[in-house]
């Protein structure tokens, strides 16, 4: 959608079919607003380095990692041990990345914190680039255009978030499929991904749908046909689609 306000002039495909899509004509971005997008990029990208937390979930999220790290024999919260274990249980993937941080660097602090979130969110611009050239046909200017232009993304680094680290592996998952072909090790690699972000965020899992029902032929435009009685992207996701209907 914001794309398409940007540049209304583009022409895509607004169907699903089996034939080559036609190509976009997408205009080309100048030098000096290529230069802009990286300086405000960047500028918005700086509250990361100075990131703290802003809720006691996070905070015991660091905490536990760096006792597994630093004092395992020690207990986090020996007065309410089922608080540390649902943290754990919710957050595990978080935790174990920053426990190898913490194992990598002791004296880390809040910058294993910020690391993470710095790495994750280089990860997710790079795979949705990827995602959005193979099946939106979407130049990589005009995508990192729009990755700026969204506030969502930015913001997310002005406080430790485990968002970030569980789009950055979804992103990735699916950035995985976003080939000519799917072979072996590509599912595979997508399906270690998947998990890896729905261990940071369980609500990561919604998005499997999504990775199930992807197409390897690139697309002017992405889209699941319901209504219309055609063919949804995939045969597992008909077939889901199909089971829900009758269910």
């Keep these: 959608v914001g794309l398409g306000a940007l540049a209304p002039t583009l022409k895509h495909t607004t169907t699903m079919s089996s034939t080559s899509p036609t190509p976009c004509r997408w205009p080309v971005l100048p030098g000096p607003v290529l230069l802009a997008t990286t300086v405000a990029s960047l ?12 809720e006691g979930f996070t905070a015991q999220v660091q905490s536990i990692a760096w006792l597994m790290a630093n004092a395992p024999g020690i207990p986090h919260d020996p007065h309410m041990p089922q608080v540390t274990q649902y943290i754990y249980q919710v957050k ?52 990192w255009l729009a990755l700026v232009l969204v506030p969502g993304i930015p913001e997310l680094s002005f406080f430790f978030n485990d968002n970030l680290i569980s789009a950055a ?32 965020r369980i609500d990561a899992v919604l998005l499997m749908p999504i990775l199930v029902g992807t197409d390897p032929e690139p697309t002017g435009a992405v889209a699941i046909h319901l209504a219309s009685g055609e063919e949804p992207a995939g045969p597992a996701l008909a077939e889901l689609v199909e089971a829900l209907a009758n269910a």
Excluded: E, Y
């Design 43 to 54: 500028w918005l990208m700086l509250p990361i380095l100075t990131s703290v937390h802003l």
């Design 92 to 143: 595990a993937g978080v935790i174990d990345l920053l426990h190898l941080i913490f194992l990598l660097a002791p004296q880390a602090g809040d910058w294993a914190f910020r690391g993470l979130m710095l790495g994750g969110f280089a990860l997710l611009v790079a795979t949705s680039l990827k995602v959005a050239a193979h099946w939106g046909q979407t130049p990589p200017q005009w995508g």
């Design 169 to 200: 592996l979804a992103a990735s998952s699916l950035a995985c499929l976003a080939a000519a072909r799917h072979t072996v090790m590509r599912c595979v690699a997508a399906g270690v991904l998947m998990a890896l972000a729905t261990l940071c």
